[in-house]
């Protein structure tokens, strides 16, 4: 096998010096003798010196005939009249022969050494900062090699994805055994791209794919491809996929393909040829160019796959697309028990508590739960992680920092309190199935005065008609509460009125839920997910539908609002109660609430 060695300084600065030292040993000098001004004389009265050239130091000359082997000689001028007085008095006389090699090797050999190292040096430094490495290794592969010893991850650590795993494990097969699958024709896709939101764990996938494998795993990120020089990126491409079927059976790995695969034509740049579009174009040429019975599999991850080129996705390149979504309950009591071995946990705390109280968390959402968990332990000085900590843990990441500093005057925490004391009375009355987490009036994050937290005991993928009403009447509970006590509204439930507006909107446009409007499909299109690449657009309707769907939307939004402020009524006092003591405590806890739920009148159901 063929090894590649990156281009060195070192090398060349060697290769002079050999020359130079092959020059002094070798060369004219090497059949020069250094002889004294006497020698000289002695063999021009001899006869042995053919011919001399004079300059205004040295005497250059050739003997008749070689002596000692050698057939040239050098010796210093020197005056004449002292020459004629040394040898009058009988004294050896000579000047001294300054070497002058090295000294001229030096004179040329180090400006131009000099030079080269301070553009050397510079250009380093230019190229670090660009991200375009060493001298010669612009148009490398930057693909990070590891193999399974290294990567230390396999389908053990992996949970919450079991389908998208078991579709991978069909890849480790065929890297372990490819005459199993070939023995009736079968070929593996060349390409399996993972796509699904952030934090799924489609990268840990790919690595762990990696481990069980035990082959060379090449992985790099998309926008590493991407530099400022045109052409670079292209050449990058075509030493990965070399070095992968050097070393094949391999692994390609490419994290965040949206960087790189971005559809063709669309953005300020459609039609030119830049160096994305051209890395783009090289990276399916590969793709054409390559056969899976070398051994060498692709995999690609991203989060955003409506924006691919229709290219990339075509049969014979990324043949095969697996959904990697966010875990269901089950799911995220797999990958919370990964986790939770890292850390003190309590032995009678249920981890299906706290799965339960996680629902559309992803699996580094997870992870950083976990360590948000331990970390609350750890300020209040506990030996274990327990419940309350989890419980913590979530609300910080979900509601944000307490912010306990923040001063707020005694009637602006009276608004807060009413506010959010509507929220959860109405919820305790529209979904009991579903307890209130808490109430507070802390202040926490950028801009919430006070929170409430309900979240769902279980995942839920359809929703009614009369479930999104209800929603939508928690919601605006809120500012039902505020014009109810105080007779008039704040700001407070601006967020309020953006999501229940949402939901509204999603019923007349998208749902058919309105008589009004009908059963029409009148959201802006939105591109398909993993088809073609399309723009989004809207419906063609005309001012007298928009006219009629805003009048659904209203028509929504104010039945709500009358359904929360008459749910209020009947419990006026209660509210005020539970009110009150939320000022004085700040936060009521779940089992608080649960007094007042009881104390709750029960409206009928529209």
Do not use: C
């Given at each position: ?137 612009i ?9 399974e010893?290294s ?9 919450g ?5 078991q ?10 055994e ?15 791209l ?38 670079v ?54 793709m ?15 989060n955003?796959?409506?924006i ?26 797999q990958i ?10 309590d032995?009678?705390l ?25 970390i ?20 910080r ?20 309190a009413?506010?959010?004391m ?16 808490k ?43 505020e ?10 439930a ?21 008589a009004e ?5 009148l ?11 399309q723009m989004?657009?809207?419906q ?56 007042f ?10």
């Amino acid at each position: 096998m063929e090894k590649k060695h990156q281009f060195n300084f070192a090398y060349l600065v060697i290769a002079l010096w050999a020359i130079v030292l092959f020059q002094y040993w070798f060369g004219p000098a090497a059949q020069r003798a250094d002889i004294s001004y006497s020698q000289f004389e002695t063999y021009l009265q001899q006869g042995k010196i053919k011919q001399v050239a004079v300059d205004d130091r040295y005497i250059h000359g050739e003997f008749k005939d070689a002596i000692e082997g050698k057939t040239r000689f050098i010796t210093p001028r020197l005056e004449i009249a002292l020459a004629d007085k040394l040898a009058r008095h009988q004294v050896e006389y000579t000047g001294v022969v300054q070497d002058t090699f090295l000294a001229s090797v030096i004179s040329w050999v180090a400006p131009t050494l000099l030079f080269l190292f301070g553009w050397f040096f510079l250009f380093r430094r230019f190229a670090d900062k660009q991200g375009m490495g060493g001298l010669m290794s612009i148009g490398k592969s930057r693909a990070r090699v590891m193999v399974e010893k290294s990567t230390g991850v396999s389908f053990a650590d992996v949970a919450g994805v079991d389908e998208a795993k078991q579709e991978l494990v069909e890849v480790v097969q065929f890297l372990k055994e490819p005459e199993h699958f070939r023995r009736l024709g079968a070929r593996i896709p060349k390409g399996v791209l993972l796509v699904g939101p952030p934090g799924t764990g489609k990268t840990l996938l790919a690595r762990a794919v990696a481990g069980e494998a035990k082959v060379p795993f090449f992985s790099i990120s998309g926008s590493e491809f991407i530099e400022m020089f045109v052409g670079v990126g292209a050449a990058r491409v075509r030493d990965l996929f070399e070095q992968a079927k050097e070393q094949a059976p391999a692994i390609i790995f490419i994290d965040e393909l949206d960087a790189l695969g971005r559809a063709r034509g669309i953005g300020p740049v459609a039609g030119g040829h830049d160096e994305r579009e051209q890395t783009l174009n090289q990276l399916l040429a590969e793709m054409d160019g390559f056969n899976t019975a070398v051994g060498v599999i692709i995999l690609a991850a991203t989060n955003r796959p409506e924006i691919l080129d229709p290219a990339l996705l075509r049969a014979g390149r990324f043949d095969r697309q697996v959904l990697v979504d966010r875990p269901d309950k089950i799911g995220r009591e797999q990958i919370l028990r990964v986790h939770l071995q890292k850390i003190q946990l309590d032995p009678a705390l249920d981890v299906a508590t706290v799965a339960a109280l996680t629902t559309g968390f992803t699996g580094a959402d997870l992870a950083n739960l976990v360590n948000e968990a331990a970390i609350v332990a750890t300020r209040r000085n506990g030996d274990k992680v327990i419940l309350d900590d989890f419980v913590s843990a979530i609300e910080r990441i979900v509601a944000g920092l307490e912010k306990r500093n923040r001063l707020i005057n005694p009637n602006e925490k009276s608004i807060v309190a009413h506010h959010e004391m509507g929220h959860a009375l109405v919820g305790m009355l529209l979904n009991p199935n579903q307890p209130i987490q808490k109430v507070s009036v802390i202040p926490r994050g950028i801009g919430a005065l006070g929170y409430t937290i309900q979240r769902p005991s279980e995942d839920r993928y359809l929703l009614s008609s009369q479930e999104l009403r209800d929603r939508m009447t928690v919601l605006l509970a809120g500012r039902a509460a505020e014009q109810l006590i105080f007779n008039e509204v704040t700001t407070g439930a601006a967020d309020d009125l953006v999501k229940a507006t949402d939901i509204a909107r999603a019923m007349v446009l998208r749902y058919g839920m309105s008589a009004e409007v009908g059963l029409q499909s009148l959201e802006m299109q939105q591109p398909l997910f993993l088809e073609q690449n399309q723009m989004p657009m809207n419906q063609d309707h005309g001012p007298q539908m928009a006219e009629r769907i805003s009048h659904a939307v209203g028509a929504l939004l104010d039945v709500a609002i009358a359904r929360a402020t008459e749910l209020l009524q009947q419990n006026v006092v209660l509210l005020k109660d539970a009110a009150r003591q939320l000022m004085q405590k700040e936060t009521l806890n779940e089992q608080e609430l649960k007094e007042f739920s009881q104390q709750l009148r029960q409206p009928p159901r529209p």
